[in-house]
């Protein structure tokens, strides 16, 4: 089992940042792919970035250059940097653990985009 909490979530304005960070417990951290989807109002859940367990990332085309996906494994945190935001970003944001087809999912963190 792995308890995921995600935080750091907000309004921003246009063009402005934020970093969400998800703190992981239960099971060895460091063995799971991890990873950072979104849903906004609406619509389906998507994939925004992961990160395996060595490390290898992965983005959807439309945050490419502006999200940066990384991990703590030490601190068992996953954290995804967001830059130059735009109100099309606006969604639930979720932090996802995989290993061996099971997926454990955070319970999400609003981030809102608007002037």
């Known amino acids: 089992q792995v308890q995921l909490v995600e935080s750091g979530g907000g309004l921003v304005q246009p063009g402005g940042s934020l970093r969400l960070s998800c703190a992981a417990s239960g099971n060895i951290f460091s063995f799971y792919d991890m990873g950072w989807y979104r849903q906004a109002p609406g619509k389906q859940r998507d994939l925004v970035a992961t990160?395996?367990?060595?490390?290898?990332?992965n983005y959807v085309d439309s945050v490419k250059g502006r999200f940066t996906i990384s991990r703590d494994n030490a601190k068992n945190t996953v954290y995804l940097q967001m830059n130059n935001l735009k109100p099309e970003d606006t969604a639930v944001y979720f932090c996802?653990?995989?290993?061996?087809?099971?997926?454990?999912w955070g319970q999400g963190t609003q981030v809102t985009v608007s002037s």
């Open positions: 996802i653990a995989e290993r061996i087809g099971v997926a454990y």
């Open positions: 990160i395996t367990r060595d490390g290898t990332t």
